[in-house]
């Protein structure tokens, strides 16, 4: 693992984090958006967070990674993490580690992650056929 930082996801970091948020404030009232568009891409924008500061050898297991990791966190919320740490309904830490599990939340990370794969996969084929 080699840290270095990378402009180009980190601005992607930043835009897919205004788009998070974007649809957490102003767009929370359509469903789809609210409960399935923003899970999707959640991992997208872990994985561009990490690839903005650290050189990653094996990108396959980056996404696979992060969709243990996102299991995790809504594994927990079946057990009310949020609230055993302490954390009061409404606060940032409360939204931002959710409050009730969901099989869906969970396809919705493997769909997320299967695009950055596909992706991933597109950009290494197209670099490496230059």
Do not use: H
Request: charged share 15%; proline share 1%.
């Amino acid at each position: 693992m080699k840290y270095k930082f990378n402009y180009k996801y980190f601005a992607a970091t930043i835009f897919i984090f205004l788009i998070e948020v974007l649809i957490a404030t102003k767009l929370k009232n359509i469903f789809f958006v609210r409960a399935y568009l923003g899970d999707v891409i959640v991992v997208i924008l872990l994985y561009t967070f990490i690839k903005s500061f650290i050189k990653v050898k094996n990108n396959q297991q980056l996404i696979f990674g992060i969709f243990i990791f996102s299991c995790l966190v809504e594994f927990a919320q079946y057990f009310n993490i949020a609230e055993k740490l302490g954390f009061q309904p409404g606060s940032l830490m409360y939204i931002v580690i959710g409050n009730s599990f969901s099989w869906v939340d969970i396809l919705c990370y493997a769909i997320g992650c299967l695009m950055i794969s596909i992706f991933v996969k597109f950009t290494e084929t197209k670099k490496n056929f230059n």
